[in-house]
């Protein structure tokens, strides 16, 4: 018999011999990679005018899917690719990524509730029709669990309560201010991001136990002990949007290295005839399906 199973076996025997325990009931534990809610008017900025999302699966909140779309998203300092967009359209655009993702980017997100993106640090991002900065919705998003009406009466909390969740495993960590959500179309499931996943091994059917918070008026406030994000300067907008706007539009001459090739937005590559093509850059763009046009120009700028 396999060695899990045994185990299985073995924890619910001696729960059940402890009684009350057997009883309690778990929560499964999901986690959210990086992704980002669009606005129908920045979705179209981004893929064009009445653009809708193409579904590639549900997810397990009714109504919620990933969709096939993806974007870039570009930080002061570096840039995620592929992120994916979760549907349908929201109100606000909302981007979530763990803190990990930020020090790539170079930003400072607030730890913050989904939908709560006021003062939120800025971020850019760039599609294959266009880019938009938005002056604030980058968030990390605090751990939370989505519960029923009856699911929240079961477990004695109450939407908007701070609970501590206990996780088991071979790295057993207790998660504090972990947010109760509650709400009729909620399926039960504790919502962790990458970092959070990671620090603690949770994958698969990884379950939480709900406790109490103790002492909860002692804990630090959510939106105290956070450092406020830096007004993102203006130059480096300013020269992101002038990186991008090369990338998709650029007539290369020079030297076409692959990191030009990959860092191109759209599916053709204009260069000058002069221009050297490594073949590094040449195999990629076949890789990437981008096609390489040659034209003469006179004086184009790398
Ligand atoms: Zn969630």
């Not at 096939?68 to 592929?82: A, W, Y």
């Not at 860092?263 to 076949?286: G, S, Y």
Request: charged share 25%.
């Amino acid at each position: 018999m396999d060695q899990r199973v045994i185990e299985k076996i073995v924890a619910e025997v001696i729960s059940r011999l402890q009684g009350s325990a057997a009883k309690e009931r778990t929560i499964p534990i999901a986690v959210s990679a990086r992704h980002c809610h669009l606005s129908q008017h920045d979705l179209e900025a981004l893929f064009g005018a009445g653009y809708e999302l193409t579904k590639k699966k549900d997810l397990s909140q009714p109504g919620q899917f990933a969709a096939n779309e993806t974007i870039t998203i570009v930080g002061p300092r570096g840039s995620l690719e592929n992120v994916r967009i979760l549907g349908p359209a929201r109100s606000l655009t909302q981007v979530e990524v763990s803190r990990t993702d930020a020090v790539k980017l170079g930003s400072k997100p607030p730890l913050r509730q989904s939908g709560d993106i006021n003062g939120s640090a800025p971020i850019t991002l760039v599609g294959p029709k266009g880019s938009i900065y938005k002056k604030a919705g980058l968030i990390i998003a605090q751990a939370h669990i989505h519960m029923s009406p009856d699911d929240a009466a079961e477990f004695a909390v109450n939407n908007g309560e701070y609970v501590s969740v206990e996780v088991g495993g071979q790295r057993p960590v207790t998660f504090g201010n972990v947010l109760i959500r509650v709400s009729p179309r909620y399926q039960l499931e504790m919502h962790v991001d990458t970092d959070e996943a990671n620090a603690t091994w949770i994958e698969g059917n990884t379950c939480g136990r709900i406790r109490k918070q103790k002492d909860r008026d002692h804990l630090v406030p959510l939106e105290t002990g956070i450092e406020t994000p830096p007004p993102f300067p203006a130059e480096t907008a300013k020269e992101s949007a002038r990186i991008l706007e090369k990338a998709k539009t650029s007539i290369f001459s020079g030297l076409l290295t692959q990191r030009d090739v990959q860092n191109c937005l759209n599916d053709e590559l204009v260069v000058d005839k002069q221009t050297i093509i490594t073949p590094l850059a040449r195999d990629t763009a076949r890789e990437m399906g981008i096609s390489i046009k040659m034209i003469e120009t006179k004086g184009a700028k790398k």
